[in-house]
């Protein structure tokens, strides 16, 4: 893969093409059964504050590791835009409570480490 020529080294993440939907649904696997849940329930469209909690805990995780929000929102059944306010809402939750934080910082290293 080449990158453009406007890329700065050091700076771009590089992602082989085909390779990161393999990648992003293990990562969504992972979690999955971490939550003890299915890979189907994260994707599900459905907003219960249960689920939809869960999906946006891995969205973050996902973006830290230099997926586009584009791929990202594709993975869940989603756009970009859902991402980009899974970070946000994340974001808040994390600064309100506490549990959440923990949790958070409990699934990245759970994902990081698997």
Known sequence: MQLSPYAIP???HTIKPGNHKNEIERIINT????FGV???VLKTPRRFREISTKR???M???ASKHYTL???GKSFNKDH???IHARNTINTLISIYPDIAAQQKELH???TLN
């Open 10 to 12: 050091g700076i771009m």
């Open 31 to 34: 979690a999955a059964v971490w």
């Open 38 to 40: 299915t890979a189907d």
């Open 56 to 58: 946006q805990l891995v």
């Open 60 to 62: 973050p995780y996902l």
């Open 70 to 72: 584009s791929q990202i």
């Open 81 to 83: 835009t859902t991402v």
């Open 109 to 111: 290293r759970y994902l």
